[in-house]
Protein backbone atom coordinates (compact mmCIF):
# COMPACT_ATOMS: atom_id res chain seq x y z
CA UNK A 1 0.00 0.00 0.00
CA UNK A 2 0.67 3.66 -0.69
CA UNK A 3 0.62 6.54 1.69
CA UNK A 4 0.68 10.22 0.07
CA UNK A 5 1.14 13.67 1.30
CA UNK A 6 1.06 16.66 -0.72
CA UNK A 7 2.52 20.04 0.00
CA UNK A 8 3.35 23.68 -1.43
CA UNK A 9 -0.31 24.57 -2.08
CA UNK A 10 -0.45 28.24 -1.07
CA UNK A 11 -2.47 31.78 -2.05
CA UNK A 12 -0.96 33.16 -5.17
CA UNK A 13 -1.99 36.04 -7.20
CA UNK A 14 -2.52 35.30 -10.72
CA UNK A 15 -0.15 34.61 -13.28
CA UNK A 16 2.16 33.33 -10.69
CA UNK A 17 3.69 30.10 -9.96
CA UNK A 18 3.66 27.27 -7.30
CA UNK A 19 5.52 24.01 -7.00
CA UNK A 20 3.45 21.00 -5.47
CA UNK A 21 4.96 18.04 -4.02
CA UNK A 22 3.72 14.72 -3.23
CA UNK A 23 5.47 12.61 -1.12
CA UNK A 24 5.30 8.31 -1.32
CA UNK A 25 5.73 5.86 1.55
CA UNK A 26 6.65 2.13 0.49
CA UNK A 27 9.18 0.74 -1.71
CA UNK A 28 6.64 0.62 -4.88
CA UNK A 29 6.61 4.16 -5.67
CA UNK A 30 8.62 3.81 -9.04
CA UNK A 31 6.19 1.24 -10.00
CA UNK A 32 3.04 3.53 -10.37
CA UNK A 33 2.00 5.50 -12.58
CA UNK A 34 1.01 9.14 -10.59
CA UNK A 35 -1.40 11.61 -11.00
CA UNK A 36 -2.86 14.67 -10.08
CA UNK A 37 -6.22 15.85 -10.15
CA UNK A 38 -7.98 19.28 -8.62
CA UNK A 39 -11.44 19.91 -7.22
CA UNK A 40 -13.03 23.25 -6.85
CA UNK A 41 -16.26 24.14 -4.71
CA UNK A 42 -19.40 22.57 -6.38
CA UNK A 43 -17.37 20.81 -9.07
CA UNK A 44 -16.77 17.17 -9.70
CA UNK A 45 -13.37 16.27 -9.38
CA UNK A 46 -11.08 16.75 -12.37
CA UNK A 47 -8.17 15.22 -14.20
CA UNK A 48 -4.66 17.49 -14.46
CA UNK A 49 -1.95 15.61 -15.01
CA UNK A 50 -0.51 12.24 -14.92
CA UNK A 51 3.13 10.49 -15.30
CA UNK A 52 4.13 7.11 -15.88
CA UNK A 53 5.89 4.89 -13.57
CA UNK A 54 8.68 5.09 -16.29
CA UNK A 55 8.26 8.62 -16.44
CA UNK A 56 8.34 8.18 -20.50
CA UNK A 57 4.90 9.75 -20.65
CA UNK A 58 2.88 12.35 -19.47
CA UNK A 59 -0.71 13.44 -20.09
CA UNK A 60 -2.03 16.55 -19.15
CA UNK A 61 -5.56 18.19 -18.80
CA UNK A 62 -6.49 21.08 -22.35
CA UNK A 63 -7.19 23.46 -19.61
CA UNK A 64 -3.26 22.90 -18.38
CA UNK A 65 -1.42 22.17 -20.95
CA UNK A 66 1.50 24.92 -21.63
CA UNK A 67 1.47 25.99 -17.95
CA UNK A 68 1.66 22.96 -15.83
CA UNK A 69 4.18 20.00 -15.79
CA UNK A 70 4.31 16.87 -13.87
CA UNK A 71 7.56 15.13 -12.78
CA UNK A 72 8.48 12.53 -10.43
CA UNK A 73 11.65 11.92 -8.76
CA UNK A 74 11.78 7.97 -8.11
CA UNK A 75 14.88 7.86 -5.92
CA UNK A 76 12.86 10.42 -3.44
CA UNK A 77 9.81 9.01 -4.04
CA UNK A 78 7.91 12.41 -4.61
CA UNK A 79 6.19 13.70 -7.75
CA UNK A 80 5.77 17.42 -8.73
CA UNK A 81 3.48 19.30 -10.18
CA UNK A 82 5.06 22.51 -11.50
CA UNK A 83 2.03 25.38 -12.06
CA UNK A 84 3.10 28.58 -13.59
CA UNK A 85 0.72 31.39 -15.35
CA UNK A 86 -1.87 30.65 -12.58
CA UNK A 87 -5.45 31.88 -13.37
CA UNK A 88 -8.11 32.18 -10.85
CA UNK A 89 -9.97 29.34 -12.58
CA UNK A 90 -7.27 26.81 -11.02
CA UNK A 91 -8.44 27.62 -7.96
CA UNK A 92 -8.85 23.97 -6.06
CA UNK A 93 -8.03 21.66 -3.73
CA UNK A 94 -5.33 19.35 -5.76
CA UNK A 95 -5.17 15.83 -5.02
CA UNK A 96 -2.20 13.12 -5.49
CA UNK A 97 -2.88 10.29 -6.69
CA UNK A 98 -1.51 6.65 -7.16
CA UNK A 99 -2.21 3.41 -9.43
CA UNK A 100 -1.84 0.10 -7.84
CA UNK A 101 1.34 -1.71 -9.03
CA UNK A 102 2.18 -2.01 -12.79
CA UNK A 103 -0.86 -0.10 -13.58
CA UNK A 104 -0.75 2.60 -16.52
CA UNK A 105 -1.28 6.30 -16.06
CA UNK A 106 -4.91 7.11 -17.03
CA UNK A 107 -7.19 10.44 -16.96
CA UNK A 108 -10.19 9.20 -14.64
CA UNK A 109 -9.87 9.18 -10.90
CA UNK A 110 -11.72 5.20 -10.79
CA UNK A 111 -7.37 4.63 -12.54
CA UNK A 112 -6.41 5.33 -9.18
CA UNK A 113 -6.49 3.49 -5.94
CA UNK A 114 -4.50 6.08 -3.51
CA UNK A 115 -4.68 9.00 -2.72
CA UNK A 116 -3.50 12.18 -0.67
CA UNK A 117 -5.33 14.44 1.61
CA UNK A 118 -5.25 18.08 -0.91
CA UNK A 119 -3.65 20.73 -0.89
CA UNK A 120 -5.50 24.23 -1.26
CA UNK A 121 -4.52 26.78 -3.88
CA UNK A 122 -6.07 29.68 -4.52
CA UNK A 123 -5.37 32.06 -7.51
CA UNK A 124 -6.25 35.50 -6.68
CA UNK A 125 -7.17 38.23 -9.38
Known amino acids: QVQLVESGGGLVQAGGSLRLSCAAS????????MAWFRQAPGKEREFVAA????????YYADSVKGRFTISRDNARNTVYLQMNSLKPEDTAVYYC??????????????????WGQGTQVTVSS
Open 97 to 114: AATRPLRGATMTSGGYDY
Open 26 to 33: GRTFSTSA
Open 51 to 58: VSRSDVSR
